[in-house]
């Protein structure tokens, strides 16, 4: 785990025995025959849990090889199908089918607000979002349709799709921020996530999460004050996609200044994250990027562009103080002194005869 302490406000980590995933953000039951979920609970270790989801049953899934967890990742693979659960405060899940099927996901008979909206075409996601306890949680489906009784929620996938699911951090004190990016996944807007720590020994600790099936992104170096990614799709469009980073690893405090910049060319900043999330594609613009005030430093940059792009993120330290007098100026200075000392002997002498 390198030198960083877990948990981080990022991400932790699962540990996986006897059926049971147990991480700080989230912890549930995994069904290794069937690659069935139960009891998913959400909220950090030693607070109220939030009972999420009852089960999460996918239709054919059949296993390939075993489940395992690996960081803040615990991955299942079955045919033609993988979940992916992640130990992070929103506690998402991911499952990526390249066939058409039906996954059936059972809410707590404690669920209220539990409320659908359909979504036709490619750049939105059909949502259904619920309440547990007074937290707020969503499932996202890219291509297919949600149906939705009672507490019974079918996912009827296409061929491939992605079912996600995402929750406001439980006792969150960033719960409006949290909401809005839902809003934005919901939107077709965010697409993506990554979050990155740099350790000590020259490597780095990852959680990605995608929230379209077509967008890749991977890093290709991290390091304290400097990253470098790389953003990919086939589809034509711009989107938005979230870097966020420790502290440590991106610093923002102070005058420290980030600067971001894609395929090499320089990403304005722009202070208003509802234009940036909610100005859709149809609307010609450049890359911007804002900091999304969240915990750790949480960089959201829309891109013209998602395919093939480098991108790059920096925090650079404030200037160092400039001394009072450089070593010209400082000789100069010597020089007057010995010259004004000088005519003030003479004016004495004169004044003595």
Not at 86 to 92: K, L, Q
Request: no cysteine.
């Amino acid at each position: 785990m390198g030198d960083i302490p877990w948990p981080t406000a990022l991400f932790a980590a699962f540990t996986y025995e006897r059926g049971l995933v147990l991480g700080t953000y989230a912890r549930f039951a995994y069904n290794a025959t069937s690659g069935g979920v139960a009891y998913l609970f959400g909220g950090v270790v030693g607070e109220a849990p939030v009972p999420y989801l009852a089960s999460i049953a996918i239709d054919g899934f059949a296993p390939t090889r075993s489940a395992a967890a690996h960081g803040p990742i615990f991955e299942a693979d079955g045919y033609l199908v993988t979940l992916t659960a992640h130990d992070d405060p929103s506690g998402v899940i991911e499952i990526r089918s390249e066939m058409a099927r039906v996954v059936t996901i059972e809410l707590p008979a404690s669920a209220t607000n539990i409320s659908l909206l359909s979504a036709s075409g490619h750049a939105r996601a059909s949502t259904v979002s619920f309440t547990i306890q007074g937290e707020e949680a969503r499932l996202f489906l890219g291509s297919g349709s949600f149906n939705v009784t009672g507490t019974r929620v079918l996912a009827e996938m296409a061929s491939p799709d992605l079912l996600v699911f995402k929750s406001v951090p439980a006792a969150s004190t960033n719960k409006a921020e949290w909401r809005a990016v839902l809003d934005a996944i919901s939107a077709g807007q965010v697409v993506a996530e990554l979050d990155l720590i740099a350790t000590a020994d020259g490597h780095w600790m990852q959680n990605p999460a995608r929230y379209r099936i077509d967008v890749a992104a991977w890093p290709l170096a991290v390091r304290p004050r400097a990253a470098s990614v790389q953003v990919d799709t086939l589809r034509p469009g711009g989107a938005i996609v979230l870097f966020a980073f420790d502290p440590n690893t991106m610093p923002t405090d102070g005058s420290a200044q980030l600067s971001v910049s894609a395929n090499g060319d320089a990403v304005n900043r722009s202070d208003d994250t509802l234009a940036l999330f909610y100005t859709f594609d149809s609307v010609a613009r450049n890359a911007s990027y804002t900091l999304l005030p969240l915990p750790g430093t949480v960089v959201a940059v829309y891109l013209p562009s998602l395919s093939a792009v480098s991108v790059d993120i920096v925090s650079l330290p404030p200037p160092a103080a400039r001394p009072a007098f450089d070593p010209g100026s400082e000789a100069a200075m010597v020089a007057a002194l010995a010259i004004v000392s000088i005519a003030a002997a003479r004016m004495l002498r004169r004044k003595e005869k």
